[in-house]
């Protein structure tokens, strides 16, 4: 059922009474879901957005509000233009997000850890606690208007994305790019697991800092560079490495220097001697590892520990070393095993000063990696995991951009495309979780034992498992019946399942009709900075399974920061809850959510004390409109957004701005007996209209112009189609048409003036509100719902009408003729603001026109200066009448060719504003002669500095030039006493 509007409009916008209600009705009508779904048989052009999907157990933050903004203002005006328009919705798991909050709100509650409930249990309770939070991500993307299609949603882990997943898993094996190797990860020892390149955050650290870290008491000592000695193997001598991690040099297998680092030649083809092993490793040559200008130039090499160390071993065959267990501490025999890894750090360097081999300990600064989810610090471990060779892929995902096939904009982002894709490494994707999609891969057992050292079956079922076993393994039937399958523990990387979103959500490896139809997509929205973790590998995979791109167009948003370019952050306490800009929110109530959040207690006060700085008053009520504009207004191309809150206040005012406009119709310029009579204007009709109506139109395809261009694909620069449509709105149909119709309303019923103005009026709102609707949807479908004659309109709802063109009405001479009036009325309107003239005073003007063609144009809207000048009678005159201009008046210049008479006797106090200037002349005279005395001293160009005797001199040059307007309006103003 549609909305109930009330039969007169409030007095003034109120966002929450508008938003209200529209949403439910338009998803009821059905005018979300694609055009071919309402209409049977519609093939037209298709436009596609999968969207991001956010976690299903988040909450809408900033980040989700500009994307929401910006993909349903692309969507709706897709969906104008009648295009078969599909924006579909959904959800991700977020294996470790999700997991980690389930784990901790199950700890708190019941004092129990997954471990103690099991897998399945445990995961009971993470599907319920995902049913009843799922609809909170879903409920706050309705209260930004984000017009999808929800009887088409879809969560990762759904039924049919799972499906999707085992097939890409199995197909990716039987393609020989999925594969189980010992390789390096990311592990977080706190979570458990290996952790994705994105999930790894990289803190400074500063010289002799130190760092908390969970499930450990003391405070890790971190900001140092420790030096230490290897002997030389039969030698006397030493070569010296420094590392940030000492506790790792019980893993090392070489020390590493640059072939051509003469201090170290005669080092070439050596050994040094393990300080804590009974072993002698190589010096060897590395130069992709070694900087010989950083350190001491030599590199001692961790293969088991170290990224870089990792593929200088794999370059040199060397040794690999595990020192740690999962958890953290240390499992080499000897005097260390048994420690935590941060206590072997203190007692290895102990260790080392006894041994004398410890050279120095250097402050140092540097960046640690450390677990997004859980703060500890990354330890890189050797570990069997599955791996996706994505080289192939990536090969044609890097030709597709060059080819312009894909288009990434802004552009600027190729570079980084490029070089993630050209760099590619193998893909980590299994996970130590419980919470995922449990990786399809079986470890074969006979009689309790392994069938072979490779016992690992990728298959899609157990029946399937059980046949390629029997192939792989040469089983037997009695074997085969007997044949223990184990299926891996791990789950699959959350970005795995993400990566085959846009084809999965489709029904891919089904051939749907969705499918059929509305893939591949056209456009994806996202943010920058997940451009290889995710955009990079949908592409590569949907190149791989479907042999075609996934989406035509990448859109890449900036990062949301605050007014002063800061990054967002709970620390600085300049995070925004898009919701209480929605709503709006006291700053006591901002202050509680500091208090009780899970903010360190040393950092409140600095939140709190942003929050009174930047908020004095709290935040205003804005409403989802003002909300989704301010967004798009910045949001230009690679430019950050740095949002400025009384901005968005800005633009709630705005939108009081439109409700005020209507008002004006329905309540004064039309009244209950208007009957249009033109419902549409054609430029062959100009000659019946009036200048006014005339530019206006021209101005309205202006702005329709430019918001198509803003709105259109390959350009997307919705700050362009926002300061197009305010500017129309708010600088020319508010402040200039509306004005200037006041007087033709006050003309008799029947006017023929009055009545096409009128038409014009209506005409010209409706299609502006149109033209509005992508980005504001409530209150333009408000206001065209309360627009006369509604019943008139093509549609039913603003959001299936058709998206204005612009219609032919561009006129240069139309407009020039109104620049030359407004250039006028500015002037009129600034001479009386010069001499604090307020709209009660009415002088009589004169308006010069020292040609034929100005004196024409001024004689013929001489009524628009009265109007928007607020002026008493205006008159136009020739060059030649301008000597029978009463005395009294105060002139101004326009242009060469106009000039301005203002009466001012009578409306000012000659002699008391003469008074006023010459007073302000003797200050500027005294003030000169300073400067004079200042700059006159002896030796001043020697003694003074040169930027202070350049200012001053900058100082004084101002004082001159304000002393000679000062001086000339003093002239001006003693003539009108003569």
């Not at 519609?42 to 980040?63: A, C, E, M, S, W």
């Not at 791109?549 to 370019?565: S, T």
């Not at 709290?618 to 690679?638: H, M, N, V």
Request: contains cysteine; proline residues 5%.
């Amino acid at each position: 059922m549609m909305k109930s509007l009330a039969p007169e409009m409030a007095p003034g916008y109120l966002p929450k009474d508008v938003e209200s209600e529209w949403y439910t009705w338009w998803e009821q009508c059905g005018y979300f879901k694609p055009r071919s779904d309402r209409e049977p048989g519609f093939d037209g052009k298709r436009f596609v957005i999968v969207i991001p999907p956010p976690n299903v157990t988040g909450y809408l933050h900033l980040g989700h509000a500009l994307t929401g903004a910006v993909q349903d203002t692309i969507i709706r005006y897709h969906r104008m233009k009648g295009d078969d328009t599909l924006y579909l919705p959904g959800t991700d798991h977020a294996g470790i997000a999700t997991q980690v909050v389930v784990e901790k709100r199950l700890q708190s509650e019941t004092g129990k850890s997954r471990h103690d409930y099991g897998r399945e249990e445990f995961l009971k309770h993470v599907w319920s606690f995902k049913e009843n939070h799922a609809g909170m991500i879903q409920k706050q993307l309705r209260l930004i208007g984000s017009s999808l299609d929800w009887s088409r949603e879809r969560f990762t882990m759904d039924e049919q994305c799972g499906k999707a997943v085992v097939e890409a898993f199995v197909k990716f094996h039987e393609d020989g790019l999925v594969y189980r190797a010992t390789r390096l990860v990311n592990w977080c020892c706190a979570l458990q697991s290996a952790i994705s390149d994105l999930e790894v955050d990289f803190d400074d650290v500063p010289k002799n800092g130190k760092l908390t870290v969970p499930n450990y008491e003391k405070k890790v000592d971190m900001g140092v560079l420790t030096q230490v000695a290897y002997k030389i193997v039969g030698t006397d001598q030493e070569i010296v490495i420094a590392t940030t991690r000492p506790e790792t040099i019980l893993g090392d297998t070489a020390v590493a220097i640059h072939p051509e680092d003469e201090r170290y030649k005669a080092f070439h083809g050596m050994k040094v001697q393990c300080p804590f092993r009974d072993a002698q490793i190589p010096i060897i040559c590395d130069p992709t590892l070694v900087d010989m200008s950083f350190g001491t130039g030599a590199v001692k090499i961790t293969p088991a520990h170290d990224p870089n160390d990792f593929e200088s071993g794999k370059r040199h065959n060397l040794e690999m070393i595990t020192i740690f267990d999962l958890k953290g501490f240390i499992t080499m025999e000897g005097q260390f095993k048994g420690l935590h890894r941060f206590d072997c750090r203190k007692a290895i360097v102990a260790e080392l000063e006894k041994m004398g081999l410890l050279r120095e300990v250097i402050p140092y600064e540097y960046r640690v990696g450390r677990c997004s989810r859980t703060g500890d610090i990354v330890e890189p471990m050797l570990m069997p995991q599955w791996f996706v060779d994505c080289s192939t892929m990536a090969a044609k995902s890097v030709e597709a951009v060059r080819t312009k096939e894909l288009r990434l904009i802004p552009e600027s982002h190729e570079v980084v495309w490029y070089h993630w894709l050209e760099n590619i490494k193998p893909w980590c994707v299994s996970r130590q979780l419980w919470w995922g999609h449990r990786i399809p891969a079986y470890e074969c057992y006979l009689n309790g034992s392994p069938v072979s050292q490779d016992a690992w079956i990728v298959a899609r079922n157990d029946t399937e498992a059980r046949t390629k076993a029997a192939a792989k393994f040469n089983l037997s039937e009695e074997q085969s019946a007997s044949l223990e399958l184990r299926q891996d523990p791990d789950v699959l990387d959350t970005w795995f399942s993400s990566a085959l979103w846009p084809f999965s959500t489709m029904g891919w490896p089904e051939n749907t009709p969705d499918f059929e139809k509305f893939f591949p997509g056209s456009l994806l929205e996202t943010g920058h900075d997940i451009l290889f973790f995710w955009v990079a590998r949908m592409v590569m995979t949907s190149l791989h399974f479907t042999g075609k791109l996934p989406f035509k167009e990448v859109y890449l948003h900036a990062m949301v920061r605050d007014k002063d370019g800061r990054k967002m952050s709970k620390s600085l306490g300049n995070v925004i809850d898009p919701l209480d800009v929605i709503y709006g929110i006291s700053l006591e109530a901002l202050h509680e959510k500091v208090t009780k959040g899970n903010l360190d207690a040393k950092e409140v006060p600095k939140a709190i004390k942003f929050q009174k700085e930047a908020f004095p008053n709290g935040i205003e009520e804005c409403g989802s409109d003002a909300l989704r504009f301010g967004l798009l207004s910045y949001t230009q191309s690679g430019r950050n957004v740095n949002l400025d809150i009384e901005r968005i206040v800005g633009y709630r005012q705005f939108c009081n701005k439109l409700w005020n406009v209507v008002r004006y119709i329905l309540y004064y310029a039309l009244g209950s007996d208007y009957r249009p009579q033109k419902l549409d204007f054609s430029p062959s009709e100009a000659s019946t209209l009036s200048t006014e109506c005339q530019w206006i139109l021209s101005r309205l395809d202006l702005a329709v112009e430019e918001c198509n261009q803003g709105l259109q694909e390959t350009t997307y620069d919705f700050a362009q189609a926002t300061n197009a449509a305010y500017r129309f709105w708010l600088y020319e149909l508010c402040d200039v048409f509306l004005e200037l119709t006041k007087p033709t309303m006050q003309l008799e019923a029947g006017n023929v003036t009055k009545q096409l103005t009128q038409d014009v009026l209506v005409f010209v709102v409706e299609k502006a509100l149109r033209m509005l609707h992508p980005m504001m949807p409530f209150v333009t479908e408000e206001l065209w719902h309360r627009m006369p004659h509604f019943n008139t309109f093509a549609t039913q709802s603003i959001m299936i009408a058709k998206y204005p063109e612009p219609s032919g009405w561009r006129s240069e001479a139309v407009e020039q003729t109104m620049k030359s009036v407004m250039d006028v009325v500015s002037n009129v309107r600034s001479t009386k603001a010069s001499y604090s003239l307020t709209n009660k005073h009415r002088p009589d003007v004169w308006i010069v026109g020292r040609t034929e063609a100005a004196l024409t144009i001024m004689n013929q809207h001489t009524y628009i200066v009265k109007t928007l000048g607020v002026v008493g009678n205006v008159v136009a005159i020739s060059a030649e009448e301008e000597a029978n201009v009463p005395r009294g008046c105060g002139f101004s210049v326009v242009s060469k060719e106009v000039g301005v008479h203002m009466m001012l006797m009578g409306h000012i106090d000659v002699p008391k504003e003469v008074a006023k200037l010459e007073k302000s002349v003797e200050g500027l005279k005294k003030q000169i002669e300073g400067m004079d005395k200042k700059m006159n001293i002896p030796n001043y160009e020697t003694k003074v500095p040169e930027e202070v005797r350049k200012a001053n001199t900058e100082k004084r040059e101002s004082l001159v030039l304000q002393l000679a307007q000062l001086e000339e309006g003093v002239t001006k103003m003693k003539s009108l006493l003569s």
